[in-house]
């Protein structure tokens, strides 16, 4: 296990049971006190949790791993799900990402469809996700819309007026939409209202909306709401969605697919 593979797992725990301590960290890693003792020295450093006695506690109210940190956690079913999503893109599309962990593996599953590996251009992506507009800028196919705005370490995501401000100004075919919960009485929703306010706004100027999240995001709420249930055209989530949750998606109207 690497140091960064060590830190992630640290840091998931640390979410999972709402505090660390050192001893029962090393037994469920696998590794010496003292390797877990520096490890959570450096993180508290990084002011990725509070450093206590014989442990540490997660940094803040409302806690939120960068999304480096993030990218494992229900890996198989983000790679399903976003496969699933590229399918449904059509070339020449232009295609709006919000940032997050789904929507960055969508870019990469958009960015191995054979079917567009040329094209003039093959796909138009507008994005305020950093990272996403960074792997995709490579392919001479894709052409990359980057709004502006100020970055967001944790997601990568440029929020703000200046953000708002492009996106005013563009239409999208199809908007794909990470969200921190999708309930269908709430609708989609984010942690942090600066990104909602982005992500509702490409909503607004897209023909088809489209979410992209794991089972465990849905029926459930967050703070800032991206946009009504009913402004969702089509859902994309993995098997383990229960049933009844799924059958009042669809009576909201929204199209659910379960991969």
């Known amino acids: 296990m690497t140091r960064t593979e060590r830190w992630q797992r640290l840091l998931d725990l640390l979410v999972e049971r709402d505090g660390l301590e050192v001893e029962p960290a090393a037994e469920a890693l696998g590794v010496s006190a003292a390797t877990i003792r520096r490890d959570l020295d450096q993180l508290a450093e990084q002011q990725l949790l509070v450093r206590t006695r014989g442990g540490a506690v997660p940094h803040g109210v409302s806690y939120e791993l960068p999304l480096r940190y993030r990218t494992s956690r229900r890996a198989a079913e983000k790679r399903r799900i976003s496969e699933a999503v590229a399918a449904l893109i059509t070339p020449g599309e232009v295609v709006g990402l919000t940032g997050g962990t789904t929507t960055t593996e969508v870019a990469r599953a958009l960015a191995a469809r054979p079917d567009l590996a040329g094209g003039s251009p093959a796909l138009t992506v507008v994005t305020n996700a950093l990272n996403i507009a960074g792997e995709l800028v490579i392919r001479p196919q894709f052409k990359i819309v980057l709004t502006g705005g100020v970055a967001r370490p944790q997601s990568y995501e440029l929020t703000g007026p200046l953000a708002q401000q492009t996106l005013g100004r563009l239409t999208v075919d199809t908007a794909v939409v990470g969200v921190d919960a ?78």
Request: negative net charge.
């Open 182 to 259: 999708f309930d269908p009485a709430d609708g989609a929703a984010t942690r942090h209202e600066d990104e909602a306010a982005v992500n509702a706004l490409l909503c607004e100027r897209a023909r088809r909306v489209v979410v992209a999240a794991d089972s465990t995001k849905l029926g459930v709420r967050a703070f800032a709401r991206i946009c009504p249930t009913t402004a969702v055209h089509t859902l994309v989530t993995d098997t383990a969605l229960p049933a009844p949750l799924a059958a009042a998606f669809e009576e909201a109207g929204v199209g659910v697919v379960r991969v």
